[in-house]
């Protein structure tokens, strides 16, 4: 499967994520709301709990985290998701026997689909995705990132090689990570869990809290989503 | 899998659709069940959020969205569902590059049932929904819904074929979505997560906010669910 | 898979369940908690919501639906399954085209683990359940159910056989239920849903209402659960 | 897959278990946050609700039961997974005919990744784990607990055999349960059900109750988790 991303919702994320690295993570209801008009205010202070899955390989270390969508309202008592949620693979180097360099991470958002391809994938299957998280900025193909998964020669496990080629900063980073059958059993466990989360579903389902939101104009929701923001084929 | 929708819950819902946009949506407890006598009032605002998985491809977008099921208070302390729940699948066609017509979109309301089958369909299995959204009216028969499903021929995917004839407004619609694996997947996997919300068990499984429902009549309500709600076989 | 029910919990609400026919029901926490002294009094009122999943065919109906366990506090601050939650399969027959007799209905109460056969089932295996819904009563033996489940010679799904002998009554009911691979994915799909919540995993992780219980004997609860309510093998 | 435990976080557990039985169980969120300082206190009372699955056979009995994280502010306004969660395989001994002694208990706490290996293990596969509940102590090589997994050889389902090798109190106990197809069914849903709780991944994803957590000093927590907390290859 090759494509290349226009999920700029998730790659703007991922912008804010090297200031702001709490945005990094699966945060409670009412912390992603005030990120948005849709605001909640049920009179509790703001702690966010944060969780991830995470990796100590001998090259580098790899953790999984998701990110749930953002909602705004967009008419009189109706919100809907504004910005999309994804699950953020953040890789950073070993630096030394057990020794990792989080300054040096480097992270990669999987969209939902990108999601179903990892939960959906066989044993003996790859799939390979490519991103420009500075698509449609005036910095478009500086930056090119790009994940492969492929099966381990010896079927124990899937191997995970990323690299980010940053044409501004002239690097070149590589990152090579191996995941045994049970932890990419316990990665696509909790994939499955979270992709109704991601996909907001989930929030869409359960009781609103009181809302004080703000209004958006409405032209800027009555039209679809913008097609330019689906992966093309 | 050959059948004739007698969903008529749903197909109702899709009627409605075509004015209330909000009600294609999978919405809040509490705004679902202000749409029935078991009224939720629990002191919050009724923003309700929306979520749907889309799919913009060449010829046609189809977007994925479920409709909670109502509740009716049908004895003292004891509501059922009134109103079954649904998935819904829209389809709007292509006018260019990108560009797709948001009004000539058709809507076609998968029952449990059929989410089941989607659910469980093998990699080279196909299935075929019938319905018929005037059923049991006097319109009756003048409208035709058809959905197909089957495995596309280079293996990648499944091919969506959906047709709308309509002999009153003498028109015969067809749109075609080809879907790959990985969005097979995560449309399979938010299938599965949101079934037990369709069919109600999720609401009946969670705490119950105060109620200030109306009562139903006993004799609407002591009666089993109509068979002839069901599907045929 | 050949075993002799000891589910004493859920045959005992199958007894209440021909008066209360309510209990039948996945309901909501606090209609459940109310019927141990783990008293849930969260000031809303006790409106509970039913959900099940009907299949009406030629020759009878079968309904699936939830019971969840009830928990009883054993210790301060500490409260644990005192009656075990199960999946309700209810039979009833056809009398005429598309009606069903309630009245002559039958229930066979499927225990976690039955249900995990369920789960498991493969597409060319059979299962086949017994219980004595009087086991350790004067009447145990007078009342046999038997529930088979097999695969249909077509391949298209699953035959259900469900049979109630009734020596005291001089009765001997059989049902016989054709189930579609679409409804039985459905069917499994809820199940496994459900499953954690029947065996009170899901009450056990969401926060807790106040609490007004009162206290059971130490010596009833330090013990661990009696095994003679355990299947045996 | 040969593997040496260095989950300090549950073997912790373990010791306050023996004391604490009560650690051993799936808890509501605000007794479980009560034993770190990112404390709950929205007004209700602490009652826990305990769950487990459990197995009565021959030799001995099993029971499963999780364990959740516990989550400590790390920021304002930040709180992430302190200490991790688990699954605790408890086994103990039959002492006659369906008579277990439960005083003669030995635990073994599963990680996420071990469970992600019996979640994915194949209906012909075998694993086998090795956990130091002592490690990184004193009394590090002390006791040495493994368990491990086989199907049965009528292939009607797997064997679990765990030994408790104590060096100090010159113990070597052996525990042998049989676990039917249904039965491991029952506890791989729950298991899958289970796996984002003791990640923490669905208390970040609900809404926070209202925090008096104390702070930590910043260094703490700036730091990525310890990688030799994790499991090596």
Same mark, same amino acid.
């Given at each position: ?50 969780? &991830? ?19 705004? &309202? ?50 003996? &299957? ?13 910095? &478009? ?93």
């Amino acid at each position: 499967m090759r494509r290349t991303s226009r999920f700029l919702s998730c790659s703007s994320i991922l912008e804010r994520a090297t200031n702001v690295k709490d945005s990094f993570w699966l945060t409670s209801q009412h912390s992603i709301t005030t990120s948005g008009p849709d605001l909640v205010n049920d009179g509790s202070s703001s702690v966010r709990r944060k969780a &991830e899955y995470a990796l100590y390989k001998g090259k580098a270390a790899l953790s999984v985290s998701p990110v749930l969508p953002t909602f705004r &309202e967009v008419d009189s008592g109706v919100s809907r998701v504004y910005k999309k949620g994804c699950v953020i693979l953040t890789f950073w180097p070993a630096v030394g026997v057990r020794k990792y360099d989080w300054q040096k991470k480097q992270a990669f958002a999987l969209s939902p689909t990108e999601v179903g391809s990892l939960i959906g994938l066989g044993p003996a &299957e790859s799939c390979e995705f490519f991103h420009d998280p500075s698509m449609k900025s005036s910095l &478009e193909g500086q930056v090119k990132k790009s994940l492969s998964i492929s099966p381990m020669k010896d079927k124990t496990g899937i191997l995970l090689n990323f690299s980010v080629v940053n044409n501004i900063q002239k690097t070149n980073e590589r990152f090579s990570v191996p995941v045994t059958k049970a932890e990419f059993t316990a990665i696509r466990t909790v994939l499955s869990y979270v992709l109704p989360h991601i996909m907001g579903w989930t929030q869409a389902a359960s009781p609103q809290p009181p809302s004080t939101a703000t209004h958006t104009p409405k032209e800027q929701i009555e039209e679809r989503p913008d097609p330019s923001l689906e992966w093309g084929r």
